[in-house]
């Protein structure tokens, strides 16, 4: 058992990033779900949620739909963006650390030189993910997928059932 807390924080660290893709997984797969279930606890949420879905739909089928092997191709050039763009940030950690430490100011220095280091390494990284996911979002596959189309409509039966 260790005893450091470094130690513990590799663990927890570890633990963590292996604990994130079912969680990830689990959060795409009940979001639908639990915004209907949330849009069904009275009747104006229930039909506002409606008329969203609606709009959406209707958003969707006024562009042209993709055909399976076009949705495909999307699907893994996004898999390939993403891949890309976590080398690139993999690649920018390794470039932070060598310069870390190849780079050795006097000592007053150094604890600036880290601290600042450490914001533009958090800016950079983060921003790179937020822009990943927020244009992952606006693309191009999602609304035109024929896939996409039939589980919104479904979504909509459902909710009307509900509705009455």
Same mark, same amino acid.
């Given at each position: 058992?260790?005893?450091?807390?470094?130690?513990? =924080?590799?663990?927890?660290?570890?633990?963590?990033?292996?604990?994130?893709?079912?969680?990830?997984?689990?959060?795409?797969? +009940?979001?639908?779900?639990?915004?209907?279930?949330?849009?069904?606890?009275?009747?104006?949420?229930?039909?506002?949620?409606?008329?969203?879905?609606?709009?959406?739909?209707?958003?969707?089928?006024?562009?042209?739909?993709?055909?399976?092997?076009?949705?495909?191709?999307?699907?893994?050039?996004?898999?390939?963006?993403?891949?890309?763009?976590?080398?690139?940030?993999?690649?920018?950690?390794?470039?932070?650390?060598?310069?870390?430490?190849?780079?050795?100011? +006097?000592?007053?220095?150094?604890?600036?030189?880290?601290?600042?280091? =450490?914001?533009?390494?958090?800016?950079?990284?983060?921003?790179?993910?937020?822009?990943?996911?927020?244009?992952?979002?606006?693309?191009?596959?999602?609304?035109?997928?024929?896939?996409?189309?039939?589980?919104?409509?479904?979504?909509?039966?459902?909710?009307?059932?509900?509705? =009455?």
């Amino acid at each position: 058992m260790p005893r450091d807390l470094g130690t513990w =924080g590799f663990i927890l660290s570890i633990t963590a990033l292996l604990l994130m893709y079912p969680v990830g997984v689990l959060i795409n797969l +009940t979001s639908p779900g639990i915004r209907n279930w949330w849009a069904a606890r009275s009747r104006k949420s229930l039909t506002k949620r409606i008329d969203i879905l609606q709009r959406q739909l209707q958003r969707a089928e006024a562009l042209t739909a993709l055909s399976e092997f076009e949705n495909e191709t999307l699907w893994r050039f996004e898999k390939l963006v993403a891949f890309v763009g976590g080398a690139f940030h993999l690649l920018y950690g390794i470039v932070f650390f060598l310069l870390e430490k190849l780079v050795k100011p +006097t000592a007053t220095v150094e604890k600036w030189r880290t601290i600042l280091w =450490g914001i533009f390494a958090v800016i950079a990284l983060n921003f790179g993910v937020v822009w990943w996911l927020v244009k992952r979002f606006e693309a191009y596959r999602v609304p035109r997928s024929t896939r996409a189309r039939a589980r919104l409509r479904a979504s909509i039966d459902k909710l009307k059932v509900r509705l =009455g």
